[in-house]
T-cell receptor
Framework: AQSVSQHNHHVILSEAASLELGCNYS??????LFWYVQYPGQHLQLLLKYFSGDPLVKGIKGFEAEFIKSKFSFNLRKPSVQWSDTAEYFCAVNPISNFGNEKLTFGTGTRLTIIP | NAGVTQTPKFQVLKTGQSMTLQCAQDMNHEYMSWYRQDPGMGLRLIHYSVGAGITDQGEVPNGYNVSRSTTEDFPLRLLSAAPSQTSVYFC????????????FGPGTRLTVT
């Protein structure tokens, strides 16, 4: 079974700092990749997604992620974080098999706290 | 459109009690799923349904039952609650085969004492 690893459990940054959250997955085949965000007290929302093509994808609120196939990674980045980015971030992988899109597997999440 | 709604928002149960978490969607999606979210564990799939009358187990199905009698509703039943079921439960829905484009409900925070 595939797995998704997010090694940073809790990241604390000051406003305007740059952000990079790691995500690695273990699946040898073709995948769709996603980052979800969960703001305090809210449900999960899709931040950005990668299906194919340009490995650098841009999402909402200035976030971007880079797919590096050789490293099985899909790291999330933002050049300058804001206090409103305080949230929990989940990486998710959607393997594509002969049967089509398989179920999503979520990472364990990274809690991001931004200090004003 | 309300999207995905869940009730209740909060619930406290004693060990051994039973209850049903409600989930409804007005998006006319075939697929509905239940996840639990625990600190350090991410979201784990409990059960899912690909249409009315069809359900299947996810990653952590033990202790939970589901049924799907209509497209709109997908209740999750805890038959005999245990402290290990203390968690936040999310219902989600998506169109056929579009596991990547899920719409989540607001969640139910359950505490079992």
């Amino acid at each position: 079974a595939q797995s998704v690893s997010q090694h940073n459990h809790h990241v604390i940054l000051s406003e305007a700092a740059s952000l990079e959250l790691g995500c690695n997955y273990s699946y040898g085949g073709t995948v769709n990749l996603f980052w979800y965000v969960q703001y305090p007290g809210q449900h999960l929302q899709l931040l950005l997604k990668y299906f194919s093509g340009d490995p650098l994808v841009k999402g909402i609120k200035g976030f971007e992620a880079e797919f590096i196939k050789s490293k099985f990674s899909f790291n999330l980045r933002k050049p300058s974080v804001q206090w409103s980015d305080t949230a929990e971030y989940f990486c998710a992988v959607n393997p594509i098999s002969n049967f089509g899109n398989e179920k999503l597997t979520f990472g364990t999440g990274t809690r991001l706290t931004i200090i004003p | 459109n309300a999207g995905v709604t869940q009730t209740p928002k909060f619930q406290v149960l004693k060990t051994g009690q039973s209850m049903t978490l409600q989930c409804a969607q007005d998006m006319n999606h075939e697929y509905m799923s239940w996840y639990r979210q625990d600190p350090g564990m991410g979201l784990r799939l409990i059960h899912y349904s690909v249409g009315a009358g069809i359900t299947d187990q996810g990653e952590v199905p033990n202790g939970y039952n589901v049924s799907r009698s209509t497209t709109e509703d997908f209740p999750l039943r805890l038959l005999s609650a245990a402290p290990s079921q203390t968690s936040v439960y999310f219902c989600a829905t998506h169109a056929r085969d579009r596991w990547y484009e899920q719409y989540f409900g607001p969640g139910t925070r359950l505490t079992v004492t």
